[in-house]
């Protein structure tokens, strides 16, 4: 597989990452350990470097799963997680303070079997903590060797701004898919600026944009999707003409409606690193053989005009959750 470089500070990854939250977390009961374990080492022969979790998810057990998966592939591989909350088990209140995040990297290393991370996130920005304090706390985890790079999950471009001012970002992590182009209006412009890479989550759209889900999906217990208005019975009927489309353009190049989804991020910029997750070892090539999809100058233009004329329907996130977002 081909790389991609993020950011100015010079991380080089596999071109596609893989988003592990759904291994066993908010995608439905948690299948056999051991069976996701070698989804990993699947993902790692195919090619793929880029693993990315949270000490949240679970919380606590996606790392635990993802740092046995790695074990003794370490050298092969780049670990992002991500942290910033105070974790009760119920609401996950926000906790960016220099002590709480120094406590949440430590606990990710043991968690994550491994003495460094290559890329720390701050999962979702805390209002009562300054961020220059919070990019100070990280210049300070870099010098100890814990971390080797930094970003932000989900912020707004003047906190980028600032961030980036005291402590270089490599990168920020943000949902971004042909479903949800939000961040190029006014996430894009800083990032080209400031020589920030893009890792991208839900870059199929939590399953929709692979065209196997519709009006009649039923989401169960460890599912997230069936509290996201997005993913209504109404929602999903409405949006099924992106599907429709995306169906025919994947006709046209005799591939997948899940492989054009990837394909398009991947033709926007070269330093954006999509991060599709998988419990299906089968998910895995075809989601590989998205990164030989080439769309010519043409293409994408026209198909950026259609998208750009589809009105989605439902928001990505409840409204507590939207308050934690793009800070």
């Not at 596999?14 to 069976?35: I, Q, T, V, W």
């Not at 471009?157 to 949902?175: D, F, G, Q």
């Amino acid at each position: 597989m081909k790389k991609r470089i993020l950011g100015i500070n010079g991380l080089e990854t596999s071109e596609l990452g893989f988003g592990c939250m759904g291994l066993n977390y908010h995608r439905g009961p948690a299948k056999d350990r051991g069976e996701m374990i070698s989804v990993v080492h699947s993902a790692i022969d195919s090619g793929i470097t880029m693993f990315d979790t949270a000490e949240v998810y679970g919380p606590y057990t996606n790392e635990e799963l993802v740092g046995e998966a790695l074990a003794g592939h370490r050298n092969k591989v780049q670990i992002a997680t991500k942290g910033g909350f105070k974790i009760n088990g119920l609401t996950n209140e926000l906790d960016s303070r220099p002590e709480s995040i120094i406590r949440s990297v430590e606990g990710s290393l043991k968690r994550l079997q491994t003495d460094y991370i290559d890329l720390y996130y701050i999962h979702r920005v805390d209002p009562k903590v300054p961020i220059e304090e919070v990019a100070l706390t990280m210049q300070q985890l870099k010098k100890d060797g814990k971390i080797l790079h930094w970003g932000l999950s989900e912020a707004s471009a003047e906190t980028i701004r600032r961030a980036h001012y005291v402590e270089p970002l490599t990168a920020v992590e943000s949902e971004y898919s042909i479903w949800w182009r939000e961040i190029e209006k006014d996430i894009f412009p800083v990032l080209d600026e400031l020589g920030i890479g893009l890792v991208a989550y839900s870059p199929l759209g939590r399953g929709f944009l692979t065209g196997k889900l519709d009006k009649n999906a039923s989401f169960t217990e460890n599912d997230n999707r069936g509290e996201l208005p997005r993913f209504t019975k109404e929602a999903m009927e409405a949006n099924q003409v992106i599907i429709d489309y995306l169906n025919k353009l994947a006709e046209l190049k005799n591939v997948t409606t899940a492989q054009i989804a990837l394909a398009w991020i991947l033709a926007q910029k070269p330093s954006i690193v999509p991060i599709p997750g998988t419990t299906n070892f089968n998910r895995i090539s075809e989601n590989v053989a998205a990164t030989e999809i080439v769309f010519t100058e043409r293409e994408m233009k026209v198909i950026n005009d259609e998208i750009g004329k589809i009105q989605i329907v439902g928001d990505r996130y409840p409204e507590a959750e939207k308050r934690r977002t793009g800070k």
